[in-house]
Antibody, heavy 125, light 108 residues
Framework: EVQLVESGGGLVQPGGSLRLSCAAS????????MNWVRQAPGKGLEWVSY????????YYADSVKGRFTISRDNAKNSLYLQMNSLRAEDTAVYYC??????????????????WGKGTTVTVSS | EIVLTQSPGTLSLSPGERATLSCRASQSVSSSYLAWYQQKPGQAPRLLIYGASSRATGIPDRFSGSGSGTDFTLTISRLEPEDFAVYYCQQYGSSLFTFGGGTKVEIK
């Protein structure tokens, strides 16, 4: 079964740090690009960060650039999000999601087809 | 950055009715980069539609997507009780992924 399981969430004070993990199983993790997406309480979805299959290409949303670092360990089938200088507005459920990218009829298709159940991060004093 | 605006914010309908959800982009989006997701309370999002009009695996054919350029639509032909949820459109472009604000489909 294709599965993503996030962990590492919790309560942290403003200015603190947290490292989220996402364990992948049931597919060849090293072949897929990955995203982190978050959802603040009662709000919509917000893309956070992207990493290519090899880890060589990384993108961040402006809201987290310079504070968050995405990484992966393909040998361990794991994705990570190191979150530093946390703010109250970073409070959210954090999801990891598998990115599907494929070519058909000269067009690339790009979407997120598998999601984990999420891990909750609360930034509060 | 491309902004996606979904409307209406809330759609109040009865089971069996047709739902039409709109997603408008601030600039042209490649159809192959436009997806729709369904999210129920306490659950992760679920992929419904990719490439603007292709149903994901296991998605019933009452769900359909259409559109191009800046205007995209998700249609649910006949609402089933399990379809009442929040729906998000999402696009990829210029090294960014962006989501619309969501449309909540609620029971009237």
């Amino acid at each position: 079964e294709v599965q993503l399981v996030e962990s590492g969430g919790g309560l942290v004070q403003p200015g603190g740090s947290l490292r989220l993990s996402c364990a992948a199983s049931g597919f060849t993790f090293s072949s897929y690009e990955m995203n982190w997406v978050r959802q603040a309480p009662g709000k919509g979805l917000e893309w956070v960060s992207y990493i290519s299959s090899s880890g060589s290409t990384i993108y961040y949303a402006d809201s987290v650039k310079g504070r968050f670092t995405i990484s992966r360990d393909n040998a361990k089938n794991s994705l990570y999000l190191q979150m530093n200088s946390l703010r109250a507005e970073d409070t959210a459920v954090y999801y990891c999601a598998r990115v599907r990218k494929w070519l058909q009829n000269y067009y690339y298709y790009y979407y997120m087809d598998v999601w984990g159940k999420g891990t909750t991060v609360t930034v509060s004093s | 950055e491309i902004v996606l605006t979904q409307s209406p914010g809330t759609l109040s309908l009865s089971p069996g009715e047709r739902a039409t959800l709109s997603c408008r982009a601030s600039q042209s989006v490649s159809s192959s980069y436009l997806a729709w997701y369904q999210q129920k309370p306490g659950q992760a999002p679920r992929l419904l539609i990719y490439g603007a009009s292709s149903r994901a695996t296991g998605i019933p054919d009452r769900f359909s997507g259409s559109g191009s350029g800046t205007d995209f639509t998700l249609t649910i032909s006949r609402l089933e009780p399990e379809d009442f949820a929040v729906y998000y459109c999402q696009q990829y472009g210029s090294s960014l992924f962006t989501f619309g604000g969501g449309t909540k489909v609620e029971i009237k």
